[in-house]
Nanobody, 122 residues
């Protein structure tokens, strides 16, 4: 089993920045890739960005040019740096992981965190 714990959410003004963190613990060796999803009220949960074990990254359109996913293997932590935030970025952001493969567009994650709320408002 792998446990994922997100942190770093909060209230930020439009145009501001925020960095989310996801600390992984447990059977880390089982993880082949990690990703961030987000879910706004009344909407489906959508993929935001992913990073594979080798460091390859992939972004959904919502994050391209504004969001950066990265990882610190020594700390078993994945980050999502978000810039130029907009009110429509308001959502619960979830960290996730795959046990095999690297493409989150092909199947759902095997592990999920509890989520962290990001609210973009003036």
């Amino acid at each position: 089993q792998v446990q994922l714990v997100e942190s770093g959410g909060g209230l930020v003004q439009p145009g501001g920045s925020l960095r989310l963190s996801c600390a992984a613990s447990g059977s880390i060796g089982d993880v082949s890739a990690m990703a961030w999803y987000r879910q706004a009220p009344g909407k489906q949960r959508d993929l935001v960005a992913s990073i594979a074990g080798g460091g390859n990254t992939d972004y959904a359109n919502v994050g391209k040019g504004r969001f950066t996913i990265s990882r610190d293997n020594a700390k078993n932590t994945v980050y999502l740096q978000m810039h130029s935030l907009k009110p429509e970025d308001t959502a619960v952001y979830y960290c996730s992981a795959l046990r095999s493969g690297t493409d989150f567009r092909l199947r759902l994650p095997d592990y999920w965190g509890q989520g962290t709320q990001v609210t973009v408002s003036s």
